[in-house]
């Protein structure tokens, strides 16, 4: 998706008050793990668990359909690795990853962030026990079955995968899965389903067909696929429920809200008055020293490196793409630092509105995804009627 000017001088005016831009810049001290020509993972100074690592883009972007494809690629796909050498300086088993998109989801910051939760049983952290009790509508059921299809095709169509051509098989671990719930998309690597009953109405979950339990046993490119689409799914959900924001919940292992340690990602779609506010946390001063941990994580992390994969999707290069259409989709995102970088930042701007939209636009979709939107949209409007 290429920016308007307006978006542009939008994003320069967040640049300048923006924690992330700051740390980057090295105009903010932090307690820097990873580091690479794009990307940066630092140790949260107001942990929710031991070694909770926020990950972002030294570039800086609103919300994930901003960020262009060779930076969403390298992004994305450094996930598993840093989950891996996250794990192993905690000794943990579990991995949470966390995308938050809108005020309403918890997003406090207007950079994309990844908060990266190392997890084991026992550990006192109960925010995502994502209580099943919600069915979704036979209509709505309907949208998602009809245009999450159409969105995949779409997104591939832009980026051709050498290894795509299908729905792929069912591997034995995901059986249970298919035979409980509503398979609404699936290819080689995923299939995303509606749960029979889920945390609110609109929740989607997305397994990897190539890896049962652990994320971070998964390769760059599943890697790259499973948040591309879990991203695109975000976007499928906001608009068909009309929501204020989106959680995307990755699980992985074993822990008490996980106690199977499947690898799954739950789409949520969040609402400022909504009964899932068990999934956002104060922020707390930890009651240990951050600096033996910090030693901890900052020592594993050198193996970390992104490496572009060969199987390389061609993708549509920056320069062809023309400007988003608009759609009705907002996402409001509060101007405050969810975390205090030892210096206290003057970050205190009021709201301002994003506008929201699918990630890799470019000129021979753009007309057809815009086709996806007010079919969505009009689908949607038939229902209410
Ligand atoms: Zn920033």
Not at 52 to 57: D, G, R
Not at 171 to 196: A, G, H, M, S, W
Request: charged residues 25%.
């Amino acid at each position: 998706m290429q920016l308007t000017p307006e978006m542009k001088a939008q994003i320069n005016e967040q640049k300048k008050n923006c924690v992330y831009c700051k740390i980057t810049s090295k105009e903010i001290s932090a307690k820097t793990a990873f580091s690479d020509n794009k990307t940066e993972a630092v140790l949260d100074i107001y942990p929710v668990v031991k070694g909770h690592i926020v990950y972002f883009l030294k570039e800086h972007y609103p919300i994930t359909p901003y960020i262009p494809p060779e930076d969403s690629r390298h992004f994305f796909g450094l996930i598993p690795q840093l989950c891996k050498q996250i794990q192993k300086g905690m000794v943990t088993v579990g991995m949470n990853v966390l995308i938050s998109s809108g005020n309403a989801a918890g997003q406090l910051v207007p950079h994309v962030l990844v908060h990266l939760l190392p997890r084991d049983e026992g550990d006192g952290f109960y925010h995502f026990m994502l209580k099943k009790t919600t069915a979704l509508s036979l209509e709505k059921r309907n949208i998602f079955q009809q245009y999450f299809p159409l969105r995949m095709s779409s997104y591939f169509k832009d980026n051709s995968a050498s290894w795509h051509h299908g729905s792929g098989d069912i591997p034995e671990f995901l059986t249970d899965i298919y035979q409980r719930n509503t398979v609404i998309y699936e290819d080689e690597k995923l299939v995303c389903i509606i749960p029979e009953k889920g945390a609110v109405e609109g929740h989607l979950e997305i397994y990897s067909k190539t890896e049962q339990s652990s994320i971070s046993k998964l390769s760059i490119v599943d890697s790259i696929h499973l948040f591309s689409t879990a991203s695109l799914a975000s976007s499928l959900v906001f608009e068909a429920v009309g929501a204020q924001g989106t959680n995307i919940i990755l699980k992985s292992g074993k822990s008490d809200d996980n106690p199977q340690g499947r690898l799954s990602i739950h789409i949520l779609p969040r609402f400022f008055d909504d009964k899932l506010k068990e999934l956002t946390w104060e922020q707390k001063q930890p009651s240990y020293n951050l600096d033996g941990i910090y030693t901890k994580i900052k020592d594993a992390m050198w193996p970390v490196k992104y490496v572009e994969p060969k199987e390389l999707p061609e993708m549509i290069s920056q320069k062809d793409s023309q400007p988003n259409p608009p759609v009705n989709s907002q996402i409001n995102v509060q101007s405050n630092s969810p975390v205090n970088y030892q210096k206290q930042s003057s970050f205190d701007k009021g709201q301002e509105k994003y506008t929201g939209s699918d990630q890799h636009e470019e000129r021979s979709s753009s007309k057809r995804k815009q086709n996806h939107h007010d079919e969505i949209r009009e689908a949607i409007d038939r229902l209410k009627q």
